[in-house]
């Protein structure tokens, strides 16, 4: 039998969103289906401006130079 619903992982559980027909104790296959955007590592508002400021540092240690070559979209992508 397949049968397709929703549920929230919260605590560790797995949690439907609507009541199912299934038997208490019924084992189930589940294919997860991650959310559409990953939740930042660092969530400290402090913490992200420090990793923000070292990011920022570090880049303009190590500028582009300005006579560079300059990639074509094909070759960025590396279509063939």
């Not at 609507?18 to 508002?45: F, I, S």
């Amino acid at each position: 039998m397949t049968y397709r619903m929703r549920a929230v992982y919260r605590d560790g559980t797995f949690v439907p969103e609507t009541r199912c027909a299934l038997p208490e104790n019924a084992e189930v296959d589940l294919l997860v289906q991650g959310p559409l955007h990953t939740p930042p590592a660092v969530t400290n508002p402090e913490h992200r401006s420090d990793v923000l400021r070292r990011i920022t540092d570090r880049m303009k240690q190590n500028p582009i130079p300005a006579d560079a070559p300059r990639f074509t979209r094909d070759e960025l992508h590396e279509r063939r």
